[in-house]
């Protein structure tokens, strides 16, 4: 199970701003970089943002990182309907040998 | 382009193993690990571990540990994932990935398809 834990779900209309929240610890986020996925239904996921606030190329800036201590989050800006998909948060874990996490998911509804 | 093409879907009896393949292409094979990731059925995703394309060299994720073997054909910039011992818990869509390094700094900016592994008797 993951040590990354995020809110099951987040909504807004269209145009508004959604926030997804990933809590850690000290032996994950508080010590290694986050990103963030994007997985559209029935696709493979894709890279959102890395290193805690940097978008890859051909993502909208609509999207945006952040970190703080052991927590992480993740803002979508002018949200679309295109933005309804499921957003995962990720960083390595330190512990049991080390193995890299993945938060529990978001499933954002655009309403 | 990049492109991470894997092998179709299996169906497998439980206590038997399951091969998965991931086909690289579009970038130097050798430069990037190959990942492994998977998903239940409506569940998260859960990474497995890697593969250097260049040494063979492993590094698994301590549940997989014993279970899991990662392989690699340079020949044709193929990467194998075996996974043994199969339970219907191991029922998922099975994706590789890439990243530049086996650990910590984890970008996985390409991702196959994914392969639906189903163990059921």
């Known amino acids: 199970q993951s040590v990354l834990t995020q809110p099951p779900s987040a909504s807004g209309t269209p145009g508004q701003t959604v926030t997804i929240s990933c809590s850690g610890s000290s032996s994950n986020i508080g010590l290694s970089t986050v990103n963030w996925y994007q997985q559209l239904p029935g696709m493979a996921p894709q890279l959102l943002i890395y290193?805690?606030?940097h978008r890859p190329s051909g993502v909208p800036d609509r999207f945006s990182g952040s970190k703080s201590g052991t927590s992480a989050s993740l803002a979508i800006s002018g949200l679309q309907s295109e933005d309804e998909a499921d957003y995962y948060c990720?960083?390595?874990?330190?512990?049991?040998?080390?193995?890299?996490?993945f938060g529990t998911g978001t499933k954002v509804t655009v309403l | 382009q990049v492109q991470l093409v894997q092998s179709g879907a299996e169906m497998k009896k439980p206590g038997t193993s399951v091969k998965v393949s991931c086909k690289a292409s579009g970038y130097t094979f050798s430069d990037y690990y190959i990942h492994w990731v998977r998903q239940a059925p409506g569940q998260g995703l859960e990474w497995m571990g890697c593969l250097n394309p260049n040494t063979g060299g492993t590094k698994f994720a301590q549940k997989f540990q014993g279970r899991v073997t990662m392989t690699r054909d340079t020949s044709i910039n193929t990467a194998y994932m075996e996974l043994s011992r199969l339970t219907s818990a191991d029922t998922a869509v099975y994706y590789c990935t890439r990243a530049l390094n086996a650990a910590i700094v984890l970008n996985f900016d390409s991702w196959g398809q994914g392969t639906l592994a189903t163990v059921s008797s």
């Open positions: 290193s805690n606030n």
């Open positions: 990720a960083a390595w874990d330190d512990s049991l040998n080390g193995f890299y996490v």
